[in-house]
């Protein structure tokens, strides 16, 4: 009865391919964001829906798309990877789209490895 | 820069010691939430505090929200092992609608 789940827990691909990370909540919340944490722990945020509704892209390269199906789910797909792009990117959810008061529930990650 | 800069970035000490860590900004916050992250696993809520000058309480913890909501701090007494871990703070600045997270201090209690 996980709350934020995401697949694959790892993920190692090499240079220029295309990949997909999955998330799905079954919390019932609105609200749901793409987080990246790079090697030094710092957290950052790359998008978030609310209610399959794009409402921050947070100058992301546009090799990144994410797409909303319907509201528990938020998956990332990723074109012509990069060295760079290796981190551990985490989902969040929220039940409301205000910020204020309404914390974020994370996945447990996607530790992405790019050779 | 760091919107919100978490001070120390690495702390170890003794287990039954006690210790602050803080969470500073020159923005005004309308709230501001701690997370604590294991290895391996995503950020998991400790508690949000949304008026200035709030101190909230969490067994051994102790969380305060400056007066003028610009800052922050976690107090634990007496440590223990269970307490090692990345802690988080995150805050939401009136109107953008986005949690920004500080670079975490990541604490180690040894035994």
């Known amino acids: 009865d996980t709350a934020v789940s995401q697949t694959p827990k790892y993920l190692v691909t090499q240079m220029g391919n295309d990949k997909s990370i999955k998330c799905e909540q079954n919390?019932?919340?609105?609200?749901m964001y793409w987080y990246k944490q790079d090697s030094k722990k710092f957290l950052k945020i790359m998008f978030s829906?609310?209610?399959?509704?794009?409402?921050i892209n947070e100058t992301v390269p546009n090799r990144f798309s994410p797409k909303s199906p319907d509201k528990a789910h938020l998956n990332l797909h990723i074109n012509s990877l990069e060295l760079g792009d290796s981190a551990v990117y985490f989902c969040?959810?929220?039940?409301?789209?205000?910020?204020?008061?309404?914390?974020?529930?994370f996945g447990n990650g996607t530790r992405l490895t790019v050779t | 820069t760091q919107l919100l800069e978490q001070s120390p970035q690495f702390l170890s000490i003794q287990e039954g010691e006690n210790l602050t860590v803080y969470c500073n900004s020159s923005?005004?916050?309308?709230?501001l939430q701690w997370y604590r992250q294991e290895p391996g696993e995503g950020p998991v809520l400790l508690v949000t505090?949304?008026?200035?000058?709030e101190v909230k309480k969490l067994k051994r913890l102790t969380f305060q929200f400056g007066d003028a909501r610009k800052d922050s701090s976690l107090h634990i007494t007496a440590a223990q092992p269970g307490d090692t871990g990345l802690y988080l703070c995150?805050?939401?600045?009136?109107?953008?609608?986005?949690?920004?997270f500080g670079q975490g201090t990541r604490l180690t209690i040894n035994p």
């Open positions: 995150a805050g939401d600045r009136q109107g953008a609608q986005k949690l920004v």
């Open positions: 505090v949304v008026t200035g000058g």
């Open positions: 923005s005004v916050f309308s709230s």
């Open positions: 829906y609310n209610n399959k509704e794009l409402i």
């Open positions: 969040a959810s929220s039940q409301e789209w205000s910020i204020y008061n309404s914390p974020l529930h």
């Open positions: 919390l019932g919340h609105d609200t």
